[in-house]
């Protein structure tokens, strides 16, 4: 069960890791948690997918996640004539909504809700930012743009306004019908693409309600201007530097990152970064040196969890790239450096009993070189509280909750063992005792500290710490 390091790893699945035996290695080489990518595959293969997660998860007595990735309101142009165009420098380039094919000149954009939100200067961006074009004129149906950077272009690329808010929502009929089905499925994350707004949370969690957690991807600069609004919102975060790497300069995504991270430490919710971390390894059996420091920045930056996209999903070398991914976690996290308290990573906690009884935790835990941090908890604020101030020893989780423990494999530190809650003091202190050395996170002889709140069973009221000492 034990995992020897704290931040987490999450795994795409796609085309060359659907198989049973195959996601099972990649969750033996240190997959925490699963996503499944609506933009891409037939609801029939997720299904499999998740029937194999499940089933791995019973195998192995330890609770696994499962990240839905729902597509939102990708936008992209029509066709061309010959199903590609030379844009050049400097020329004139329409954009309408008649049907009919494109060309050099002119190509459907079929969204009539964008035309609105243009204004001369506004930048259109096409096929992942290799393209820029800047609007001169625009209507309601029509917009006037000078091509700034050409190229060719084909047809069904996406396009990027990343100067404005845009008028349309962030679940699309799709992403509705999708997230039916994955609710149904009982996922324990939605992931929401195109965040811009607080109102698209509001939007997603009157549809979700409580049967599933909300992770926002942040990859739109409106989204960064309401940064803490959607934090506090929503149930975790991811920064999802490829679109976010688009429609911002390339140099602002670092310092992104970590805000977001800081953020995400502030309000005590946990943060996945995302997107192009291992790349090459698509390809490759290794990854450059670079992305091996993309990684390890991640991880000193304090994020919950990193996660592998087409390095999984299509890639060539899947099982390489999470034990690699494993490898740089670990190495990072033996760094004494990462566990330098004199940074500005570290949180204030809130004037709460919950919240001073978790940080006297990490640091009695400090104190007495306790071996492991045992915390109780039914909705699984205890565990969050408990990982947010970062302590140097690993959290074990015990809950009665099958569904809060498969939602707290994304936090940092947080490893979960499914037990009855306990019917009372005494009783929970022999369980934490009994688990903490029978799952190998204590020896005899070591001390470990527990968090719990009475009475039993009640949501977010930790307000004891023990500390206890395994007999020899």
């Known amino acids: 069960m034990r995992r020897y390091r704290q931040a987490k790893i999450i795994c795409t699945l796609g085309p060359k890791t659907e198989r049973p035996e195959v996601i099972e290695k990649l969750f033996e080489s240190g997959a925490d948690v699963f996503r499944l990518n609506f933009s891409h595959g037939e609801r029939e293969d997720h299904a499999k997918r998740i029937s194999a997660i499940r ?51 002119r190509i459907c954009l079929p969204h009539p809700e964008i035309f609105g ?30 091509i700034t950077v050409g190229g060719i272009i084909s047809d069904r690329k996406g396009v990027n306004i990343p100067n404005a ?37 509001r939007e997603a969690r009157k549809l979700i309600g409580n049967r599933a957690l909300i992770m926002s991807k942040l990859e739109k600069p409106s989204s960064i201007d ?26 602002d995504v670092p310092i992104l990152q970590r805000r977001i991270i800081r953020a995400c430490r502030k309000h005590g919710k946990p943060v996945v ?9 698509i390809s490759s059996p290794r990854p450059t040196r670079a992305e091996a420091s993309d990684v390890a920045t991640a991880v000193y930056d304090q994020a919950d969890a990193v ?6 999903a299509v ?70 509280r408990a990982a947010r101030e970062r302590p140097t020893v690993p959290i074990l989780c015990v ?45 005899p002889g070591q001390p470990l500290v527990v968090t719990a709140g009475v009475p039993f069973g009640t949501p977010g009221a930790t307000n004891v710490l023990r500390i206890e000492l395994l007999d020899s």
């Open 399 to 443: 809950t009665e909750h099958v569904r809060t423990a498969r939602r707290l494999a994304v936090v940092w530190g947080v490893q979960c063992v499914i037990a009855e809650d306990a019917k009372d003091f005494a009783s929970m202190i022999d369980e934490a005792r009994l688990l903490a050395q029978s799952f190998e996170f204590a020896s």
């Open 273 to 281: 970064v995302a997107t192009q971390m291992l790349e090459s390894m």
């Open 165 to 201: 808010v845009l008028p349309i929502t962030a679940i699309t009929d799709k992403d509705r019908s999708d997230l039916e089905f994955a609710l149904d499925q009982e996922v324990d994350y939605i992931g929401l693409s195109f965040i811009q707004r607080p109102a698209d949370i």
């Open 55 to 105: 089933a791995l998860e019973k195998k192995f007595s330890r609770p696994v996640a499962i990240l839905t990735d729902l597509q939102g309101p990708k936008l992209r142009v029509g066709n061309f004539e010959n199903g590609s165009a030379n844009l050049e420098k400097g020329n004139s380039f329409r954009f309408d909504l008649d049907r009919h094919p494109g060309n050099h000149t």
């Open 117 to 146: 939100a243009l204004y001369e200067g506004t930048t259109i961006l096409l096929d992942d930012g290799k393209l820029s074009l800047t609007v001169e004129e625009a209507g309601k149906d029509y917009a006037i743009t000078k």
């Open 315 to 384: 890639g060539s070398y899947p099982i390489e790239a999470v034990r690699i991914m494993e490898r740089i976690i670990g190495r990072v996290e033996r760094d004494p450096i990462f566990w330098d308290r004199g940074g500005s990573s570290d949180t204030t906690p809130e004037a709460t009993t919950a919240d001073a009884i978790t940080a006297a935790a990490r640091q009695v835990a400090e104190t007495v070189s306790a071996a492991v941090i045992v915390t109780y908890t039914t909705s699984g604020s205890t565990s969050i």
């Open 307 to 312: 996660m592998l996209s087409a390095e999984t």
């Open 226 to 251: 309401h940064l803490d609004d959607i934090v506090a919102m929503s149930d975790a975060i991811m920064v999802a530097r490829g679109d976010l790497g688009v429609e911002m300069p390339t140099e």
